[in-house]
């Protein structure tokens, strides 16, 4: 029987579900394998500096074992993110190890901020890579060696696979076992997990809404308060430039420079921000909302969500939408 050696690494203050979720995927997909009929499963192991028990940032106390010796042969290593993992960047020991035993893995995952980890520790250079979508920014002005995509729930480039924040690492394993061991085994083990086997959409769908900088210029943020006011109103370039008193084209110039993005940009966004806020609180049709939030039609509607966030609007509102009980308070 093949048996992959799996590490995940633990420390202070991790995120307790980017190691607990991952463990139990690879735990499950051995159960899995063997009920199939199945040749390969996992052998798993949570390590940590010196084996001592580890306390995550909940406050979950998790036992460890010793890091596995840097000639010891590991098919996978995980390392998991959470609010310390900016700390664990500076645990010389545990870098160095890390540092030590990755050329020799068959592959190396991220989970979260576990990115972070891996950059620091030079895995991950000229690489495309995904994280949380609130630490994408970081991410990417800290390594600008890095290609951060932060909208996939994972990302494969070469033996690196990294993936967004929290759950994602159950995605990111169930890839893994799937790549290693079929649908099959993958599926049943998603099946246990009552979840999908690829989750639909990117991680944009679940992200808060960006706060869009306030330009410098008095007449600049009159009008970004006016767009935001009433998304479904005129909002033009040219009616934009107008209440600016500017030209067209210094308004954009200007618009650009302090806001960080086009006007047109900065329309569609507060418009979609209105749309997610009325797909997720209204039972209105797409049209209604289309209208009244700026798109004019439904197929815009769609188009934009597409684009901007990977899902269609119907399937954005069968995930978030808040029910009327739940809007009435009691």
């Not at 590991?74 to 993992?85: E, K, M, R, S």
């Not at 390594?143 to 690196?160: E, Q, T």
Request: contains cysteine.
């Amino acid at each position: 029987m093949n048996v992959r050696n799996v590490v995940i690494v633990a420390f202070p203050g991790m995120q307790s579900l980017d190691v607990v979720g991952p463990y139990e995927v690879f735990t499950g997909a051995s159960q899995a394998a063997m009920a199939l009929g199945r040749r390969g499963g996992y052998r798993v192991t949570l390590a940590a500096n010196g084996g001592q028990p580890v306390r995550a940032e909940s406050g979950l106390g998790l036992c460890t074992e010793p890091l596995p010796d840097s000639t010891d042969p590991i098919d996978t290593l995980v390392l998991p993110g959470g609010h310390q993992a900016q700390s664990a960047r500076s645990d010389e020991v545990l870098l160095s190890w890390i540092k030590a035993v990755a050329p020799h893995c068959r592959r190396v995952a991220t989970v979260c901020t576990g990115a972070f980890l891996a950059a620091e520790a030079g895995l991950l250079d000229g690489r495309r890579v995904t994280t949380h979508w609130a630490s994408a920014d970081k991410l990417a002005t800290e390594f600008p060696g890095l290609h951060v995509d932060p909208d996939p729930i994972y990302i494969r480039d070469g033996k690196f696979w990294t993936s967004a924040g929290v759950t994602a690492g159950i995605d990111l394993a169930l890839a893994l076992v799937h790549d290693d061991l079929g649908t099959e085994v993958a599926q049943t083990v998603a099946r246990w997990l009552v979840m999908f086997l690829h989750r639909p959409g990117g991680q944009t769908q679940f992200a808060s809404p960006v706060w869009v900088p306030r330009a410098e210029r008095s007449a600049v943020r009159a009008v970004q308060n006016v767009v935001e006011a009433s998304p479904g109103g005129d909002h033009r370039l040219s009616t934009m430039a107008s209440a600016a008193a500017m030209s067209v084209r210094h308004f954009s110039r200007v618009f650009d420079a302090e806001v960080g993005e086009t006007p047109g940009r900065f329309v569609e966004r507060v418009r979609l921000e209105a749309a997610r806020r009325e797909l997720e609180n209204t039972d209105d049709t797409l049209d209604s909302i289309a209208t009244r939030c700026g798109f004019g039609t439904a197929e815009t509607l769609r188009r934009v969500f597409q684009r901007r966030i990977s899902v269609p609007p119907d399937s954005y509102r069968r995930r978030f939408r808040v029910v009327a009980d739940e809007r009435t308070p009691a």
